[in-house]
């Protein structure tokens, strides 16, 4: 049986997937590294010892051996030599961008994507183009991603002290995640000091980002204009994509997936709300599986239609469906 590994990396972790070209779910590993690891300027699920580790999640080099092996990488999985790492007779390397793996994971061939992770952009593909904006990383772009609205938490902890019209439990919450007393008379310099330190880690800012999500499912007003105002911001790439598509009035599938959008319903809320002022057609659907499946699937549609792999994508799609919650238990 021909095997296929997706590796999907990305800002803040890495994803690996393990399936049968049939669609048979075998193992998925997810790592999230604490530290920053050599190489990984840009993002640290695309160094090499993510990747690495992640492949070591599902994989035991030395004790598998695969006949054919389709090897399915998203942005950055080159950096490591995994031909030299694994055991197989024949290996097919291929590579898929997000959107396709997006696009893929609901089944379309057209759309809008939204996508906001650790990092965020929007894509416009129609019959008649490919069109992609942002993706300009944390410092010139990401619009709409996990690390502006945790730069933004951040910021609002660290200001509620100084005025009562400033309050929000973001304080308490990001005190508590940043593993300090927010009672405590050195509470407020130790969290500046803690802030700053990780500031030039766009994965370690971007996880704030969850914290905030906590705080606005709670009520808090703080935090919900934090993600009212990154989902708008996103939202204006997504005007900017349309307008100059001259695509506005027409019917499209808003195609919404990254951490961010598949685990805040507040945040997709708002981002189809905005959406749908400018594109009173859209039809929002989210991104139900890791994008490492759509990655996998997209993959395997290339590979069937160059020949290489026999298959029927459709059915094969349906069996990973069915067998992905298997491998992803216990997964956050």
């Not at 379309?108 to 965020?120: D, E, I, W, Y």
């Not at 593909?125 to 990401?142: A, E, I, S, V, W």
């Not at 370690?204 to 709670?218: E, G, H, I, K, L």
Request: proline share 5%; with cysteine; charged share 20%.
């Amino acid at each position: 049986m021909e095997h296929l590994l997706a590796l999907d990396g990305g800002g803040s972790k890495c994803d690996a997937l393990l399936m049968t070209v049939d669609g048979r779910a075998e193992a998925f590993a997810r790592v999230q590294p604490v530290t920053v690891p050599k190489g990984s300027e840009d993002g640290v699920g695309r160094s090499p010892d993510s990747i690495q580790k992640a492949v070591q999640g599902v994989i035991d080099p030395a004790q598998r051996r695969f006949k054919v092996l389709h090897l399915a990488g998203g942005s950055g999985t080159t950096t490591f030599n995994l031909q030299d790492y694994l055991h197989a007779d024949r290996v097919y390397m291929w590579h898929a961008s997000e959107q396709d793996s997006v696009l893929t994971g609901l089944g379309l061939k057209h759309g809008l994507v939204a996508l906001s992770g650790t990092g965020a952009f929007g894509h416009l593909r129609t019959p008649n183009l490919d069109r992609h904006l942002d993706g300009f990383g944390p410092l010139m772009g990401d619009w709409g991603g996990g690390h502006q609205i945790g730069r933004m938490g951040l910021r609002a902890a660290i200001r509620a002290p100084t005025h009562p019209r400033h309050a929000t439990s973001l304080f308490v919450a990001v005190a508590c995640q940043m593993g300090f007393d927010p009672t405590h008379p050195e509470g407020i310099p130790k969290m500046m000091g803690e802030g700053v330190r990780i500031m030039s880690n766009r994965a370690a800012v971007a996880r704030y980002a969850q914290v905030v999500d906590a705080c606005a499912r709670a009520g808090d007003a703080v935090a919900c204009r934090i993600l009212e105002e990154a989902a708008g911001d996103m939202a204006e790439i997504l005007f900017d994509l349309t307008d100059l598509a001259q695509v506005r009035d027409q019917p499209l599938v808003l195609a919404g997936a990254g951490s961010v959008i598949q685990k805040s319903d507040l945040f997709w809320e708002h981002l189809c709300r905005k959406t749908a002022e400018f594109l009173p057609r859209v039809a929002p659907r989210r991104l139900d599986i890791p994008p490492v499946a759509g990655l996998a699937l997209a993959v395997l549609g290339m590979a069937v239609k160059t020949g290489v792999a026999k298959t029927d994508v459709t059915a094969a799609a349906a069996r990973l469906r069915e067998t992905l919650p298997g491998v992803l238990k216990g997964t956050v």
